[in-house]
Every structure is written in structure tokens, then in C-alpha cells.
């Protein structure tokens, strides 16, 4: 019976692609990005790679395409101490008009950092991506299926609504029976202003592997609610995220973590801006999901873009955390699109 | 007369020309007008600047005829270019290129078809249902329409 489904989910596809391609010619780009970084950090100067992000786009029909990133990524483990992992598999189907039905594995479309820089360190507004992201409070990767509009009616509403693989599950099994949910909206009501918010539910079964590696001991029912402002203008950039965390079990309750990070930059020229960008995480007395470590870290930096696809950012951070203490570092990244 | 008088009279003359020249390459940058042409399936005969400066930024996937909208544009290099995107995207040539990197990159929207020549850009959009391009003069060729925009063949 379960072949049968397949076989029958295979056909439709088949006769959906063939039914919207007509005389349609496929148009295929790749494009790529990549950086170096140099940092000075406890009075060392340290060279490194960053992240060789392969990037695909196709359109396959009138109504189907295909998007894929692919990274190749420093990883100590491994025996060429490289690794490649597959961040983005969306085959998108169209529906009617700016609706669509998007099956693969996404950026969870939680926040806007992880819905609109994804690996393309080019576009990144700062060197490294916020806090809220190493600490591993919000899920990156979805695999699964979603819903999604945009750019609707006068305040060009948009929507996410994405059923997937949760917590603990890998790209090809679920670990459990439940279902994530992730459910986002947002509104651009003047150009380059948009405000969000997002909603992200999953119950982590006991013994699932969590994040940062951690296997959880409790069943654990989390609630994630990310509030965000955007804007990116011809003289001022702000973006603002912050996401309330709550990981409730039966025998410990439930424990609230809130992480939020504000990023603010200023045009001098159009190739030029220095910028500053204020990270908070907040963990729960009693936190058992997440890493427990209250942490602050205050980023300065500036953004010098030499054309669209290069662009150099030289940065300062001062971090505190709970567990490590103070530390500064320095850092200068090139970064390119190809 | 003294030196110092010929030197200023000579500043001023000089200070004329420049001024006048650079008020005219102005003029000419700012009064270049540009015609939006579609192919004949999907696009309206009419529309406002407001919804053709939506249209050109992605934010529309299909005509209301259903057929996918296409943007075909010339290379930002070029000179129809370089006024496509002060006067639609409000932005320079590598801020637009910039813009559709950030766009396709998160899914959102296809990235336009960069065309060498007016010629070219004419061809795809005649070729191409649900095609809309931008040109620097009203076109005459074949199986191509042009959209009034606020009423006005061009803009």
C-alpha cells in the first residue's frame, strides 16, 4: 500500500510538471559565494575559510521550480576536514497568482535573517550571524512542506504556514509522530519596511538529540514566538529580531528563554556603512532544552560593498558570557558572490 | 586689464560652459523616456507606475490572465539600463543587481532575463508570454504591445 501511494504522489507530480510545461524551455543558474576571514583574538592573528556556498536555481515549468544550496564547510571530524551539507532542497509548485506550495527542506521561516540572508555571506549585514543563532534557539532547517504567499494586497501581506520533520528528526525519518508547525506573517507597508511575526511548535521526544547534541531526557512541548522589524533604506538599515522561548515538560514546568539582538547601520556613501549591532540571550533558572548561558555581546563594525557581489567588513565584538567570561575579537572578512 | 582680471574672466567662461554642459548631460539623463512593452498575452494595455514599479521588483507572479510574468530588462551597463534603474528602481546599476541576487538567492522571486541590445530585449518579449520589458522609444516590431503607464505611451 505505501508503494502504491508513492507511485501515485510520483504520477501526479509527473502530470502536474507535464501539464504546465507546453513549449516551456528550462532556464538553469548557478551561482556561488564564498569568504576569508582574518581575526585577532587573545592577542593571535588567525587566518580562516568560511563557507563555499553553491547555489542553484531552475525553473522547470511554467509553474515548477527548483532551488538548492549547498555548503562545503570547514568540520574537524571528518578525515579531509571538510564536510558538505545540503542547507536548501525547495521544489516549489505554484498555485495561482503569488501563492504557492513549497516541498523540501527550507530555512525555517521563523525569523528574517534566516528567511532572507540564508549562506550568501555577501549580503550578510554583519560578519557572523546574530547570537540567537549559535545558541541554537531557533530551528534552522525545516524538512517538510509549506505554504506560502507574498506580497499581497496594499500592505503586501505575506504568509508561511510549513508542516515538517521536527526537533530531533533527521532529512529522511521523522523520530516521532508529531509534526512541527511553523506559522509566519508579515507586512511591507512602505518600501523597504517590513514587520513580522511567527509562531513555531513542536513536541521533542524524550531521547530526541536536540541542536547543540544534547539528548533530552523529557518529553519537551516548545513554543517559540519571534517578533520582527525591518528596514532597509537609502540612508538607514534597522533590523530587529526577538524570540520568547518556551519549553514546558511535565516534570520541570515551564522554562522561558529570550533572545533578541537589534542591528542598526548608516549610509555615509552608498558603498559605505558602519554599523552596530547589540545581541541579548536570557535563559530560564531552570532551563533544560537550551545551553544555559546568559550571554551579551555588543558588535561595531563597518561595511565597504566594492560592487555588488564583494564586499570587505571590518568588525570588533565584545562578548560576555555567563560561562566564558569577556572576550574580544577582531575581524576582517572578504566575502564574494560568483 | 590685469592678470589677475583675464584669469577670473577666463574662470567664469570656463565655470559657463562646465555648468551648462553638466545641466544639459543632466537633463538628458532625467528627460530620457522609457516605454514598458509586453508581449501580447498577459500584461494589461494600462496600468499606473506604481504597480509597473511593483511588477519590476518581483512582487507579481502571474498576469491576472494567469500567464507567469517574465521581466526582461537591459544590462545595467548599458544606458537604457542605467535609466531603467533611477527611474524604476529608484537605485544604481549594482544596487539593482544587488537587489535581484538577494531576491532569487531567498526563493522569492525569479531573476529577470539581462539583455546586451534593445533588439534582444524586443525579440524575448515577443517570443515570451507573460513577458514585460523596458525600452528607451515606443517599439514598432511585431508581436509586441506597449503598456500605457498613467496614460502615456511613454515615461
Known sequence: ?338 | MTFQTICIRLNRKYLSILLLLFVGLNINAQDAALTAISNPKGAPATMKMSELKSIMKGEKQRWSDGTKVSIVLMKTNTATGEITCQKIYNMSGDKVKRFWLGLSFSGKADAPTFCNSLAELESIVAQTPGAIGILDRVSTGTGIKTILVDGKNSF
Open chain 1, 1 to 338: 500500500m505505501p508503494r502504491l501511494k508513492s507511485i501515485s504522489i510520483i504520477g501526479i507530480l509527473l502530470v502536474l510538471i507535464g501539464s504546465s510545461s507546453g513549449l516551456y524551455s528550462q532556464t538553469t543558474q548557478i551561482r556561488g559565494f564564498a569568504d576569508v576571514m582574518a581575526s585577532l583574538q587573545k592577542e593571535k592573528v588567525s587566518f580562516a575559510l568560511g563557507e563555499q556556498d553553491l547555489f542553484i536555481t531552475s525553473e522547470l515549468s511554467d509553474r515548477f521550480s527548483f532551488l538548492g544550496e549547498s555548503v562545503f564547510r570547514f568540520t574537524n571530524t571528518t578525515p579531509t576536514k571538510f564536510s558538505v551539507s545540503i542547507e536548501r532542497i525547495v521544489i516549489k509548485y505554484n498555485v495561482a497568482g503569488n501563492h504557492n506550495i513549497l516541498l523540501g527542506k527550507h530555512h525555517t521561516p521563523i525569523n528574517y535573517w534566516n528567511d532572507t540572508y540564508h549562506h550568501g555571506r555577501v549580503l550578510f549585514p554583519t560578519i557572523f550571524r546574530p547570537l540567537l543563532f549559535d545558541a541554537n534557539i531557533i530551528p534552522l532547517h525545516t524538512t517538510g512542506i509549506s505554504l506560502q504567499g507574498h506580497n499581497l494586497g496594499d500592505m503586501k501581506f505575506g504568509y508561511d504556514l510549513m508542516v515538517g520533520n521536527g526537533i530531533g528528526s533527521t532529512d529522511v525519518l521523522d523520530n516521532d509522530k508529531r509534526k512541527s508547525i511553523t506559522a509566519a506573517v508579515h507586512i511591507k507597508p512602505v518600501e523597504g519596511l517590513r514587520f513580522g511575526f511567527s509562531w513555531y511548535n513542536d513536541v521533542i521526544t524524550k531521547g530526541a538529540t536536540a541542536h547543540d547534541g544534547m539528548i533530552l531526557d523529557w518529553t519537551v512541548n516548545q513554543n517559540l514566538f519571534t517578533g520582527s522589524i525591518a528596514y532597509f533604506g537609502n540612508k538607514f538599515e534597522v533590523l530587529a529580531e526577538a524570540t520568547a522561548g518556551t519549553n514546558k515538560t511535565d516534570t520541570t514546568g515551564s522554562q522561558h528563554t529570550m533572545a533578541a539582538y537589534i542591528y542598526a547601520g548608516f549610509k555615509i556613501k552608498e558603498k559605505i556603512v558602519p554599523y552596530l549591532r547589540f545581541d541579548n540571550l536570557h535563559f530560564g533558572q531552570g532551563e533544560i532544552f537550551y545551553n544555559k548561558n546568559n550571554t551579551t555581546s555588543i558588535v561595531t563594525g563597518i561595511r565597504y560593498n566594492l560592487n555588488y557581489v564583494t564586499a570587505v567588513k571590518l568588525e570588533y565584538q565584545h562578548q560576555h558570557g555567563e560561562k566564558e567570561g569577556d572576550t574580544d575579537r577582531l575581524t576582517m572578512q572578504l566575502a564574494i558572490g560568483f
